[in-house]
């Protein structure tokens, strides 16, 4: 996939490829000096959570806006895979996780020849910032998100929505939930060096009266159904499937991060445990697709809103 960074405003190449039985999903950086290097998708690897989740190791960042990929990944059940990208950022594409699907449904998914694993949550463990919330607590079934935003602005205004994760409802109700954005915010953020791959083509966009995106938005609630797509994306980080709910208001990466960070330091919160399925890889990845480098207007971003 060949694409833009939403915030490097830098072309970048993704390309997802299949790993092995345990090996989780790792981002392999190349087009470095020296050697590749590989930063695995898990909690401890995240080194800022601003305005998107980065991972990165002691020698520093090495990949940005990772969630999306992720997202796609984890909703469509791949336990295993590795994402190789010649650039600081996975870039954006239309600002929503639908190409990163396509690419996995044209390469597919292939069963390994081992029991999946799954991190079981046994007690409610939970996280504040300010006044934002985040909750997980035990479930009967797989995983569910309940997720609220409740926005000063009144085109975006107050969302909820539950979710209960699956390939086939990841696919139909979450995958094509765009980034947004706030016009009112752009100066300020281009100034901090940030949204400059950000435009019409990646971002829905908004001011204080209402949407600016010609096209309108792909569902109503489009808004909330990214931050959705965020949660499985950040949760996704916990190197294992979830089986739990995970309750979100008012959040974003930071507090995505904290309330995952809060149960993995916690080990009599959680178990791992064998499901009856195979776990799945991805097989190799043509490139498709294409980005938009410099869209027709920078769209604006800020913290915990995209």
Same mark, same amino acid.
């Given at each position: 996939?060949?694409?833009?960074?939403?915030?490097?405003?830098?072309?970048? $190449?993704?390309? %997802?490829? #299949?790993?092995?039985?345990?090996?989780?999903?790792?981002?392999? =950086? +190349?087009?470095?000096?020296?050697? *590749?290097?590989?930063?695995?998708?898990?909690?401890?690897?995240?080194?800022?959570?601003?305005?998107?989740?980065?991972?990165?190791?002691?020698?520093?960042?090495?990949?940005?806006?990772?969630?999306?990929?992720?997202?796609?990944?984890?909703?469509?059940?791949?336990?295993?895979?590795?994402?190789?990208?010649?650039?600081?950022?996975?870039?954006?594409?239309?600002?929503?996780?639908?190409?990163?699907?396509?690419?996995?449904?044209?390469?597919?998914?292939?069963?390994?020849?081992?029991?999946?694993?799954?991190?079981?949550?046994?007690?409610?463990?939970?996280?504040?910032?300010?006044?934002?919330?985040?909750?997980?607590?035990?479930?009967?079934?797989?995983?569910?998100?309940?997720?609220?935003?409740?926005?000063?602005?009144?085109?975006?205004?107050?969302?909820?929505? $539950?979710?209960? %994760?699956? #390939?086939?409802?990841?696919?139909?109700?979450?995958?094509?939930? =765009? +980034?947004?954005?706030?016009?009112? *915010?752009?100066?300020?953020?281009?100034?901090?060096?940030?949204?400059?791959?950000?435009?019409?083509?990646?971002?829905?966009?908004?001011?204080?009266?209402?949407?600016?995106?010609?096209?309108?938005?792909?569902?109503?609630?489009?808004?909330?159904?990214?931050?959705?797509?965020?949660?499985?994306?950040?949760?996704?980080?916990?190197?294992?499937?979830?089986?739990?709910?995970?309750?979100?208001?008012?959040?974003?990466?930071?507090?995505?991060?904290?309330?995952?960070?809060?149960?993995?330091?916690?080990?009599?919160?959680?178990?791992?445990?064998?499901?009856?399925?195979?776990?799945?890889?991805?097989?190799?990845?043509?490139?498709?697709?294409?980005?938009?480098?410099?869209?027709?207007?920078?769209?604006?971003?800020?913290?915990?809103?995209?």
């Amino acid at each position: 996939m060949v694409g833009v960074g939403v915030h490097s405003g830098l072309p970048v $190449t993704l390309t %997802l490829g #299949p790993a092995p039985v345990d090996a989780g999903l790792v981002f392999v =950086r +190349t087009g470095l000096e020296g050697s *590749d290097r590989e930063v695995q998708a898990t909690a401890e690897q995240v080194i800022a959570t601003d305005f998107a989740t980065v991972l990165g190791d002691r020698d520093g960042a090495l990949v940005s806006t990772a969630e999306h990929v992720l997202a796609a990944l984890r909703g469509m059940g791949v336990d295993n895979a590795t994402i190789e990208i010649d650039g600081p950022e996975v870039p954006i594409m239309d600002g929503s996780a639908a190409a990163f699907v396509a690419a996995i449904d044209q390469a597919g998914i292939v069963s390994q020849s081992a029991q999946r694993r799954f991190i079981q949550i046994l007690k409610p463990v939970s996280a504040a910032i300010g006044d934002s919330f985040g909750e997980l607590r035990p479930y009967a079934g797989g995983f569910r998100a309940e997720v609220e935003i409740n926005f000063a602005n009144p085109v975006i205004g107050r969302q909820a929505y $539950t979710f209960e %994760l699956s #390939p086939e409802r990841f696919r139909r109700e979450i995958a094509r939930a =765009r +980034t947004f954005g706030l016009m009112c *915010d752009q100066a300020r953020l281009w100034g901090a060096g940030f949204a400059r791959g950000a435009s019409f083509e990646n971002t829905v966009v908004f001011d204080d009266e209402r949407l600016l995106n010609t096209e309108g938005l792909r569902y109503a609630d489009e808004c909330v159904r990214h931050k959705v797509l965020d949660v499985v994306g950040d949760l996704a980080l916990a190197g294992l499937p979830l089986l739990g709910a995970y309750r979100s208001v008012r959040g974003g990466h930071k507090l995505n991060h904290a309330v995952l960070t809060a149960l993995l330091a916690d080990r009599t919160a959680w178990r791992v445990v064998e499901g009856e399925a195979a776990r799945r890889t991805t097989r190799p990845v043509v490139e498709v697709g294409s980005g938009i480098v410099g869209g027709r207007i920078a769209a604006a971003y800020g913290p915990d809103v995209s």
